[in-house]
């Protein structure tokens, strides 16, 4: 309890690899990504021929065509008789929009009723005044992830429920997530959690972000646990709302939609780097080994947390307010 209260304590929480030795470290010897996979499927979704992936655009269907077929590949079962679940929205620009998720399923083996909810958007910005907005980092690098994620736990049967999610027209306002929440394919208070990738493939200081333990605290345990053990350096933080404008995440990807109906979310993403929302974020900038461990780190802190849930939220819903923060954390238990 101790180590935790100390951990709330602090802003910014860094957590070397050699913090702890309370597991073995197999993530950092064999990976249970498959690199060559995630790689393709990164440079598949970054091409030029996919003009930017934009909300509505020809290109935003050949990707989605790519990932359908992906999806059927990896085994995933679809809600009803497609993986497509089309929806429209008004966007900033005051016109009526259509957008399609792509939602898949993998049965849990004992909680099959439960469900862990797994997502990455696919849409990026498109084609401006002619220069192509590939959205590499931006963010192939996490559907790309998704793919992978999807192939291992289809060949490793998880014990809940997992969705896996690919989310359209979160560059214009988390569009995707909010209809997702808003009609999902299964009750929502059967959704234990949101684990959310944008933005995984390149940082300098081989740095990923694991976002969302500041609002629910029971996470912290578990977050650490998988830092403890990742072959990446693995941080709490941007999520408190003290933070100055802009370094708050809370609400910067799709998980503020969750977040928004209560449901628990950890956001995995780096700090914005020169090529953010630039036509230069190209699949020739990730960098490709640190792409491949964070990728692997998101994949182990899932495991984790499907270890860990039995079934039940980490946090009741209305323990995400700070009042009963303190109640939340004494409600974690660290895994044995
Ligand atoms: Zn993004």
Redesign the pocket.
Same mark, same amino acid.
């Given at each position: 309890m101790r180590r935790l209260r100390l951990l709330f304590a602090l802003p910014l929480v860094v957590l070397p690899a050699c913090a702890s030795v309370q597991a073995p470290a197999p993530s950092a010897t064999e990976s249970r990504i498959e690199a060559d996979r995630l790689l393709t499927d990164i440079h598949v979704l970054a091409a030029d021929s996919m003009e930017g992936r934009r909300t509505g655009t020809p290109g935003s269907a050949r990707a989605r065509a790519y990932l359908v077929d992906q999806f059927r590949g990896a085994g995933l079962t679809p809600f009803g008789t497609s993986y497509e679940q089309a929806f429209t929205f008004v966007g900033r620009d005051s016109a009526q929009h259509n957008g399609v998720n792509l939602v898949g399923l993998i049965p849990g083996t004992e909680h099959p009723e439960r469900y862990l909810v797994i997502t990455a %958007?696919y &849409? %990026?910005l498109g084609i401006r005044e002619g220069e192509i907005y590939n #959205?590499a &980092? *931006?963010?192939a690098s #996490?559907t790309a992830a998704l793919l992978s994620i999807a192939a291992y736990l289809r060949e490793n049967r998880p014990r809940h429920s997992v969705i896996i999610a690919a989310l359209d027209a @979160? @560059?214009m306002g988390l569009q995707g997530a909010r209809s997702f929440v808003a009609s999902p394919p299964i009750a929502r208070e059967r959704i234990l959690m949101n684990i959310n990738m *944008?933005?995984i493939s390149r940082n300098d200081n081989d740095e990923l972000y694991a976002v969302g333990s500041y609002h629910y605290p029971a996470l912290v345990p578990y977050v650490a646990r998988v830092a403890s053990r990742a072959p990446i350096r693995l941080l709490m933080g941007h999520d408190r709302p003290d933070l100055p404008p802009g370094d708050d995440w809370t609400s910067?990807? &799709?998980h503020g939609a969750f977040h928004a109906v209560g449901i628990p979310f950890i956001y995995f #993403?780096v700090e914005d780097h020169p090529d953010y929302h630039e036509p230069t974020d190209t699949v020739e900038n990730i960098q490709p080994e640190f792409y491949v461990r964070s990728a692997e780190t998101v994949l182990d802190f899932i495991l984790e947390m499907d270890g860990a849930l039995a079934g039940q939220r980490p946090v009741a819903p209305s323990a995400a307010s700070s009042s009963n923060s303190r109640r939340a954390a004494s409600l974690a238990v660290l895994p044995s």
């Open positions: %958007h &849409d %990026h #959205g &980092d *931006d963010n #996490g @979160e @560059e *944008d933005m910067a990807s &799709d #993403g």
